[in-house]
């Protein structure tokens, strides 16, 4: 296949990015398929960084005082809509609206398919994973970052939410730490639960071995 680029992208401290603002913020009913329900306000923003079309969504009641549970969830269509097995993306989201809905806090979608390249990359990183590499290899060999995620969008949309510390739900250090440099303050890292199953666990050993994801190897056997 060939080399295939993307734009480069920079973090810079939150406090040297433009104010994003409120464009909507709407009442939706979340519906899943094991029957679990909550309410949730759908956000919106105007001037976040990269143009793209984030969402935010308010599960529980976040106390803007306090210090919120928030989950950075980039955007997998075919894991969160068509319910593949190849990762763990469609649970997690599942996961975190509960998690949320009892703690108060937020999940920020953000639109970010495939680690940042994009849903064709991803299927053609799919095809070289079908061949022998993992997920972090198949990117190489398409001449791709092997995250090409930006959380500067996630920071502004923070800060136009009113939200100062918080915890983070993720297995991901690196959204911790892209965080933090850009000046939102992470208290705490908090894990997601784990969820194998026979397509997804060469994927979920990648992440522990490439990017330190928290994820405990030894409920990977298989």
Avoid: W
């Amino acid at each position: 296949m060939p080399k295939q680029t993307l734009p480069e992208q920079s973090q810079t401290d939150s406090r040297a990015l433009p104010a994003a603002t409120v464009r909507t913020r709407v009442r939706v009913p979340l519906r899943f398929g094991d029957g679990y329900a909550v309410d949730a306000d759908v956000v919106t923003f105007h001037g976040l960084v990269d143009g793209l079309e984030h969402l935010a969504v308010a599960l529980g009641d976040p106390d803007p005082q306090g210090t919120p549970l928030v989950r950075l969830h980039s955007e997998c269509l075919t894991g969160d809509v068509f319910g593949s097995a190849r990762c763990d993306c469609g649970p997690q989201l599942r996961e975190a609206v509960e998690r949320i809905a009892e703690a108060g806090g937020y999940l920020l979608y953000l639109r970010q398919e495939g680690r940042g390249i994009g849903l064709y990359n991803k299927l053609d990183a799919y095809a070289l994973q079908d061949g022998g590499l993992d997920t972090y290899a198949a990117n190489a060999a398409l001449g791709l970052p092997e995250d090409a995620r930006d959380y500067s969008a996630a920071a502004q949309m923070l800060t136009a939410l009113g939200v100062g510390a918080l915890d983070l739900l993720s297995n991901n250090p690196d959204k911790a730490a892209q965080l933090r440099g850009l000046g939102v303050p992470v208290r705490d890292r908090v894990p997601t639960g784990v969820f194998a199953t026979g397509h997804n666990l060469h994927y979920l050993r990648a992440k522990v071995e490439h990017t330190n994801h928290t994820i405990a190897l030894d409920r990977l056997a298989g």
